[in-house]
């Protein structure tokens, strides 16, 4: 989880709703708790990899990722929804062909509507060899340690303006 978030975006009115263990489905289902009752006017999801792990194909992750659109959009339909590309890590690194997929189609999804927006952190987290840079990450070596999280700043921040 983002411990920092606020820090690292001061001037930005954010609120960390991630639930760890989550799937799109869950952001779906629990929207109405989750995010639609403080009215934002921009969501910034990282979601995916759990459901990828779960053992979802890349098109059932966007399935319901247009349902979690679908649902914001009809409650909130000024609302940017920017997703978080699926991020490499040694521990799911098996299944990154997937999770490739994954983060394809929801780029793909997200050039139909300018209030949608991709951010793709996949490329910033790899190594000169290619594989996911060890330094970034927790010992469990799925979730990002200080190091991750400000990569993630650096790419994310200026898309937030």
Known sequence: MWKTLADDFPGLSVMNRGFGGS???DSFNYAHLTVLQYLPKHIVMYAGGNDINA???PQRVLAD??????????????CRISYISNAPN?????LIEQMRECSRLIEE??????????????????GPDGLPKPDIFLKDQLHMNEKGYAIWKEVVGPLLK
Do not use: C, S
């Open 109 to 126: 999804f997200t050039q139909t509507d300018k209030r949608l927006q991709f951010i793709n952190v996949y490329p910033h987290m790899l």
């Open 55 to 57: 053992g979802k194909t």
């Open 90 to 94: 040694p521990k799911r690194w098996a």
């Open 65 to 78: 990722f247009k349902a979690f659109v679908a649902r914001v959009h009809t409650a909130l339909p000024e």
């Open 23 to 25: 799937e799109v489905f």
